[in-house]
């Protein structure tokens, strides 16, 4: 199995910049697509953006394009996601995914997950 770790939640002022990191086990994580999702309260888990194994290519929701930008250093097993001119409607549970599928977008496809990091942006 893959353990995934997420770091670098917070609170922030609308404007403001994050970058989370999701630290992730394993010899092969190359292999796997990795994805981004948040969750707020009563509301179904959303996508946000995912990444190839080779970093190549990317793939964003509507609603982070131009302000959210994945990344991956595979040397070092992590997966990033720094976020930018965040506003209060980004606020929630923040969670990194691993699968096989590629450019996975749907959270049915993805194949394990990490914890959690809370963000919230403050108007």
């Known amino acids: 199995q893959v353990q995934l770790v997420e770091s670098g939640g917070g609170l922030v002022q609308a404007g403001g910049s994050l970058r989370l990191s999701c630290a992730a086990s394993?010899?092969?994580?190359?292999?796997?697509?990795m994805g981004w999702f948040r969750q707020t309260p009563g509301k179904e888990r959303e996508f946000v953006t995912t990444i190839s194994g080779s970093g190549l290519s990317t793939y964003y929701a509507d609603s982070v394009k131009g302000r959210f930008t994945i990344s991956r250093v595979n040397a070092k097993n992590t997966v990033y996601l720094q976020m930018n001119s965040l506003k209060p409607e980004d606020t929630a549970v923040y969670y990194c995914?691993?699968?096989?599928?590629?450019?996975?977008?749907?959270?049915?496809?993805?194949?394990?997950w990490g914890q959690g990091t809370q963000v919230t942006v403050s108007s």
């Open positions: 394993g010899r092969t994580f190359s292999r796997y697509v």
């Open positions: 995914a691993a699968t096989t599928t590629y450019l996975a977008k749907v959270v049915t496809e993805y194949l394990y």
